[in-house]
């Protein structure tokens, strides 16, 4: 059995999922699920690998697929995301997430120029330990679920987590991206377990008036 496949077609699977779970929570909340600065290199780095410098094979297609999702993130951003910034203009708004497109595209490339790394690994790890933070910062600034789930930090940890096997087998063993895989997994289950506080406070909080109405009835 190729694992390297198997655990790469997998984590796929998982991130399609987070991808999709993101973007049906956000049209619920109207809002947008994913950091700014993480969408912007997210999206720039599917661009790349899907067109500029394809990946083979199955990776392709999961990349242009995970391209046309960060598009509706892009869009829930530019329709939603301004109610994040209530201070901020829009034309400020607005160039804010283009100087974030372009800063993060150009920063996905030159790594990977640099690094002579056109399959995006350096990027991709650097980038994901940036969003398993930068997730961890939205939730906490907007003290509350809206954009996110619990769901969805669990399957991003488990896909993260399968691509790290995957490269580790592969053979890349450095001590960079031993430090990347254990950081992003460590960040990440620090995520979920925000949220589930979240979720649960939540519910905890909903309950509160059903007890106080039996209460005034008793």
């Known amino acids: 059995m190729d694992w390297k496949l198997t655990l790469s077609i997998a984590s796929g699977v998982f991130w399609t999922i987070t991808y999709i779970l993101i973007i049906r ?3 619920q909340d109207q809002t947008y699920g994913m950091p700014l600065a993480a969408l912007c290199t997210n999206i720039t780095w599917e661009g790349i690998f899907a067109f500029v410098h394809p990946h083979d094979g199955v990776q392709r297609i999961i990349d242009i697929i995970w391209f046309g999702f960060d598009l509706v993130i892009l869009y829930q951003l530019l329709r939603y995301g301004r109610r994040e910034f209530p201070r901020m203009s829009q034309a400020v708004f607005i160039s804010m997430i283009v100087v974030g497109l372009i800063t993060g595209g150009l920063l996905v490339y030159l790594i990977s120029y640099d690094q002579q790394d056109w399959r995006g690994a350096y990027a991709a790890f650097g980038q994901n330990l940036m969003m398993s933070i930068l997730f961890i910062s939205m939730a906490y600034q907007r003290n509350s679920l809206r954009g996110q789930s619990v769901w969805i930090g669990v399957n ?3 896909g993260t987590l399968l691509a790290s096997l995957a490269f580790y087998i592969y053979r890349i063993q450095t001590p ?7 950081a992003i997994l460590f960040f990440d289950g620090v995520y979920v377990a925000q949220l589930a506080l979240m979720a649960r406070a939540e519910r905890a909080k909903q309950a509160a008036p059903a007890e106080t109405v039996r209460a005034v009835g008793a």
């Open 25 to 27: 929570r956000s049209f």
């Open 176 to 182: 960079l991206f031993i430090f990347l895989y254990l």
């Open 156 to 158: 991003k940890l488990i």
